[in-house]
């Protein structure tokens, strides 16, 4: 059973997006090397993009090691420079993006249960919002499942890792390397992996916090990365710069460099080596009990391979195949069994294809197959069986593959009534702060979720029995892009879709709220939907019928909403009655280019605020830079929202709006934002409203002294602690009074951080209108910062209302409103004092 869960994750890395790789004959003869190193190397570290992608990339493709990088978290809590999505959506994408790295420098993937709850300043917080001992079991389940010889940390397991989570992933590998061997630990694990001892402990330690290490330093072992794989035609620095441009949503786009690079590496814990990571390490074949039988054979396939006709190695391979089955099962020996059973298939060109018509099915209906099979070389291949138990199938067969002639067939096939849905399986349960609940261990770990349906075909290549799964995808040209697929999902029947996740009743005014009804079944749907309101509220009609023909057709149906007389905080739940069933399940569809297309079902419901938000003006422009809500949340209040393109940033197009937002790193994003600032500061200098929203000092796009009309210098300075106190420097400024009253309490309910890259210092006449600070730190008080202007207003902040609005904080609400009603009826007044220059 064991050896059942590595099976499967061998799996999850290579069928990630359902898309066929026929490795190159140079590719292939790597792989055959590969067989005769028997060593493995877990990295450690926090998030996807912290890894450490040229030591992954040297050491699976140089060295030839089983390599793998566990990432305490999906990345939910960064910032996102490709989109609006944040949070679990952020951590699905970046999910992704560490997957498409993987792929392509060759090492596997792995995660805890643990979220990224943004940034954290000390382990000690971290720890004890993840749960320590919950994660800490994660780290020692992975270890006992992938066994690698050789740990490396990307941090140092103090401050110097310059954030609370880099911190916990060095102490918690750390720790887990001590436990991992105990089988009075988590004993549960035990049964399912045994036991495991690690050789050494290392850390990847670098000159960003230790400025003179270098090759000679005591205690460091020096890994020239750098180096040139003729095989592959790259340097390890080429596709370590190939894999870390995956992280697109982090804007980590990277260089390809050449030459040697040197990475340094040290000593923690565990047997000590001088010149190699693996030098105390036996990585040859004498590991393995019986190996000694199967070392001479590999030898041989590697020796007499044929880069011109891989498929003579085929023989070779199959007698390789069949001394791995004579030995007692392991780790190693499960391992090169897969990769044996890999190379038979890359040498025969093996391809084997199922795609359905449409990407989505409902449990219980029939969905067409198209098969597509051909075998690529003189080897005797026969196709024998296919049979799924999702598909509920068993077929006997007995196809001779001759070479290069190709077969395909179609079969309609029912799925089975009591399949689950397909989503993300860590988002399938509400969860904790800091971790997601998984109720079936046997998932923690995995980087995703299985594909939904699976064909197991049994082949005979030259006499030898081969499983071969064969995940469904729906697959489609693209006039542009060519041949796509994405993954085929299980989804019920019917969907209800809010139009928007947050809506605001700033009165008893009825309010439309809108729900798109969407069909997810080939059979026709015929239902109603009701909404499930908080007590007082009202709807009318109370409920709406709806029929849809055909998979996919969409409804949209409105109801008229009445909230009650108070201010409430709550959600609204939208429910489809189909013959006697409910549904209350919604989809959303994350749709990038360099990762798969991701599905998830969340709960049919929206945030529903009844919150006396009042404001002044009514169109705001807005200008997006990294992307975020901002012009749902403000459309909310009431607002009409034009998003600018850069050619509509003209004066006469900015006296038609009461107020312009520039969108997060709107600053660091906009290519043509240097052009279009002395236009809006002449737009604020005759009376409009600018405000500015958060920004990095790396990476402007225009000088550091032209993004206010008056000094201000951007830091990395953030409060992290979304409950600490906010002290408000000016409670008698009109933005903290106009049009609603700002006090502590609207500051209550906020999530992940206050804000991010507040100003550290700025000039007259820049008023603070706001103070705060995490525990045992000095006061920021740049959070929010106004400037009168000509006869408008310029106001910067860094609160982190990107977060805040799509959740439906209602404080967050009245304070923007506030932001973007500056000056009207009346402006701001000048301070009483003369403000001190910071």
């Known amino acids: 059973m064991r050896f059942l869960f590595l099976l499967i994750f061998l799996l999850s890395n290579l069928l990630a997006g359902g898309q066929h790789h026929q490795p190159s004959a140079s590719e292939i003869k790597l792989k055959l090397k590969k067989l005769n ?35 305490m978290t999906r990345g939910d809590g960064g910032q996102n420079l490709i989109g609006p999505e944040i949070g679990e959506l952020l951590g699905l994408i970046r999910t992704q993006e560490l997957m498409a790295a993987r792929r392509i420098d060759g090492g596997q993937q792995f995660f805890t249960r643990a979220i990224d709850f943004g940034f954290s300043k000390n382990y000690q917080e971290t720890l004890e919002i993840w749960n320590k001992d919950e994660v800490l079991s994660d780290v020692v389940r992975v270890i006992r499942q992938f066994q690698p010889d050789v740990i490396l940390t990307r941090f140092p397991p103090d401050e110097r890792a310059g954030h609370g989570h880099h911190t916990s992933s060095a102490l918690l590998a750390q720790e887990a390397f001590d436990l991992s061997n105990n089988s009075s630990i988590y004993p549960d694990q035990v049964k399912a992996f045994g036991t495991w001892q690690v050789s050494a402990l290392y850390t990847n330690t670098g000159r960003w916090w230790n400025q003179t290490i270098n090759e000679n ?4 072992l020096a890994m020239n990365v750098g180096t040139y794989n003729t095989l592959l035609g790259k340097s390890y620095s080429e596709i370590a710069a190939e894999s870390r441009t995956q992280h697109k949503s982090q804007g980590f786009g990277s260089p390809g460099r050449r030459g040697d690079a040197l990475e340094f590496f040290e000593f923690v814990k565990g047997s000590q080596a001088t010149r190699d990571v693996f030098e105390k390490v036996n990585t040859t074949w004498s590991r393995v009990k019986g190996g000694d039988k199967v070392q001479p054979l590999i030898t041989k396939v590697i020796q007499e391979y044929n880069i011109d006709n891989p498929s003579a190695s085929v023989p070779n391979l199959i007698e390789i195949r069949k001394a791995l089955l004579l030995l007692e099962q392991s780790v190693w020996v499960k391992r090169k069994l897969f990769e044996v059973e890999q190379l038979l298939k890359d040498c025969t060109g093996l391809y084997m294809e199922a795609t359905t018509t449409h990407y989505m099915a409902a449990p219980g209906e029939s969905v067409q197959l198209s098969f597509e099979v051909i075998n690529r070389s003189p080897a005797s291949i026969v196709l024998e069986k296919l049979e799924s138990k999702a598909l509920r199938f068993d077929s006997t067969l007995a196809l001779l593959l001759k070479d290069n002639f190709p077969i395909t067939f179609k079969s309609t096939k029912q799925i089975h009534q009591n399949l689950p849905y397909s989503a993300p399986y860590w988002l399938s349960q509400p969860h904790a702060t ?89 059979r026709k749907m ?90 002044e003006g009514s169109v705001i422009g807005y200008i997006r830079g990294a992307g975020d809500d901002i012009p749902v949340s403000l459309r909310n209040l009431g607002y009409e929202v034009w998003e600018m393109k850069d050619e509509e940033i ?11 937002v520039l969108g997060i790193r709107a600053l660091n994003t906009n290519e043509r934002i240097r052009y279009n600032m002395p236009t809006l500061f002449n737009y604020v200098r005759e009376g409009g409203t600018l405000v500015v929203q958060y920004n990095t000092s790396n990476d402007l796009e ?137």
Not at 443 to 459: C, F, H, S, T, Y
Not at 466 to 472: A, E, M, N, S, T
Request: hydrophobic share 40%; glycine share 6%.
């Open 37 to 71: 190193f028997l060593g493995s190397v877990l990295y450690v570290a926090a998030h996807p993009d912290d890894e450490n992608t040229r030591a992954i990339a040297y050491l699976a493709n140089d060295r030839l090691a089983a390599t793998a990088y566990l990432s």
């Open 217 to 220: 330093t005591p205690g460091i």
């Open 434 to 522: 800091g971790l997601y609940t998984v109720p079936d261990p046997q998932l923690i770990g995995k980087p995703e979720n299985d594909p939904a349906i699976m064909i197991e075909a049994a082949v005979r290549i030259q006499g030898e029995l081969i499983k071969v799964l064969v995940p469904v995808v729906h697959k489609w040209t693209d006039p542009v892009k060519g041949e796509l697929t994405r993954p085929f999902e299980i989804v019920p029947p019917v969907f209800v879709n809010f139009s928007q996740s947050v809506f605001v009743l700033k009165d008893q005014t009825p309010q439309y709220i809108t729900v798109l009804v969407k069909s997810g079944s080939q």
């Open 526 to 615: 015929k239902g109603e939907v009701n909404l499930d309101l908080p007590s007082g509220w009202t709807s009318s009609p109370a409920t709406i019928p709806f029929e849809l023909q055909k998979i996919n057709e969409e409804l949209s149906l409105t109801f008229l909403v009445v909230g009650g007389n108070e201010e409430l905080d709550a959600s609204i739940r939208a429910i489809a009655q189909v013959e006697g069933k409910e549904f209350s399940v919604s989809y959303r569809q994350i749709q990038y280019d360099h990762i798969p297309v991701q599905t998830l079902l969340p709960p049919a419901q929206a945030r529903a605020l009844r919150v006396n938000a009042r404001k």
């Open 650 to 660: 003209t004066p006469a197009n900015l006296k038609r709006v009461d107020a312009v």
């Open 702 to 838: 225009l000088d550091a002294d032209k993004i206010a009309p008056y000094p201000l210098k951007l830091s990395r300075d953030r409060v992290t602690q979304e409950n600490s106190e906010v002290r408000i420097l000016k409670p008698d400024h009109p933005l903290l009074n106009y049009p609603n009253k700002i006090t502590p309490a609207d500051f209550e309910g906020w999530i992940q951080e206050r804000g991010l890259y507040f100003p550290s210092s700025w000039g007259e006449p820049f008023e603070a209108l706001l103070s705060m600070n995490d525990k045992g730190e000095p006061a920021r008080d740049g959070s929010l910062l106004v400037a009168p202007y000509g006869e408008g207003y310029y106001i910067y902040t860094g609160l982190s209302f990107f977060r805040e609005l799509p959740e439906g904080v209602p404080g967050a609400y009245k304070l923007f409103a506030n932001l973007v009603s500056a000056g009207k009826p009346k402006k701001p007044v000048a301070p009483k004092s003369k403000p001190k220059s910071k």
